[in-house]
C-alpha cells in the first residue's frame, strides 16, 4: 500500500528566506506525486505535480519540487518565501497506473511565517 | 477559471439525522471523488464516481454513505444517519481524465 510522510509537522522562517518541506513516500512502482495548499479556513490547491519526465517540477507562486526516485523523495522549495505562503501544505501520492483513484495525503506541514 | 463548488460551506446537524452534502463539479470533468478532513488530521479519500458508478471507495466509506449524481451538474454525499464522528471538513474533488483533480473549498459539517 502507498505511504506518505511529511516528517515536519510546524515550520517557521521568516520573509524572504527560503523554504523546503519534506516529503517521503512509500509505493512499488513510480507514482503520481502532488503538493497541495490549504491556506486557513480555505480549500486545497494544487501548487504542482509530477507524473513522468524532468524531475524537477515548477509549480505555481514560484514552488518547484524535485523527485528523486534514490531516496523516495519529493520535496518542496521555495527561493524567497511571502507572508501569504502561510498556510498547510500536503503531499500526495497516487497510483501511477489508475490514476487518481485513491489519493494518499500525509498528514501535512504547517508552515508559518515571520516578518 | 473554472472551480468546484460546494454547497453549504457549513452545516450543523444533529446526531441521527441525515445530511446531503452538494457539489457541482467541473463541467466537463468526468470523475469525481469526496475526501474528508477530521479536525487536526489529514485529508482522507472516501470515493471515487465514475460513469455513474463508484469506481473506488475506502473502509471509511460504509453503508451510512452514499454518492449520487442526479442530473448532469451535481455530485451529492449523502450520510444516512450523522455520528459525532463523522464531524469533518468533506472536500469534493472533479478530475478530467483522472490523472489530477481540483478541489472545492469544502463544507464544514459539525455533527451535535
Known amino acids: 500500500a502507498q505511504s506518505v510522510t511529511q516528517p515536519d509537522i510546524h515550520i517557521t522562517v521568516s520573509e524572504g528566506a527560503s523554504l523546503e518541506l519534506r516529503c517521503n513516500y512509500s509505493?512499488?512502482?513510480?507514482?503520481?506525486l502532488f503538493w497541495y495548499v490549504q491556506p486557513p479556513g480555505q480549500g486545497l490547491q494544487l501548487l504542482l505535480k509530477y507524473f513522468s519526465g524532468d524531475t524537477l517540477v515548477q509549480g505555481i507562486k514560484g514552488f518547484e519540487a524535485e523527485f528523486k526516485r534514490s531516496q523516495s523523495s519529493f520535496n518542496l522549495r521555495k527561493p524567497s518565501v511571502h507572508w501569504s505562503d502561510a498556510a498547510e501544505y500536503f503531499c500526495?501520492?497516487?497510483?501511477?497506473?489508475?490514476?487518481?483513484?485513491?489519493?494518499?495525503f500525509g498528514t501535512g506541514t504547517k508552515l508559518q511565517v515571520i516578518p | 477559471e473554472p472551480e468546484v463548488t460546494q454547497t453549504p460551506s457549513h452545516q450543523v446537524t444533529q446526531m441521527g439525522q441525515e445530511v446531503i452534502l452538494r457539489c457541482v463539479p467541473i463541467?466537463?470533468?468526468?470523475?469525481f471523488y469526496w475526501y474528508r478532513q477530521i479536525l487536526g488530521q489529514k485529508v482522507e479519500f472516501l470515493v471515487s464516481f465514475y460513469n455513474n458508478e463508484i469506481s473506488e471507495k475506502s473502509e471509511i466509506f460504509d453503508d451510512q454513505f452514499s454518492v449520487e449524481r442526479p442530473d448532469g451538474s451535481n455530485f451529492t454525499l449523502k450520510i444516512r444517519s450523522t455520528k459525532l464522528e463523522d464531524s469533518a471538513m468533506y472536500f469534493c474533488?472533479?478530475?478530467?481524465?483522472?490523472?489530477?483533480?481540483?478541489f472545492g473549498q469544502g463544507t464544514r459539517l459539525t455533527v451535535v
Open positions: 509505493y512499488g512502482a513510480t507514482p503520481y
Open positions: 463541467s466537463n470533468h468526468l470523475y
Open positions: 500526495a501520492v497516487a497510483p501511477g497506473s489508475g490514476g487518481y483513484q485513491k489519493v494518499t
Open positions: 474533488a472533479s478530475s478530467e481524465n483522472g490523472d489530477e483533480a481540483f
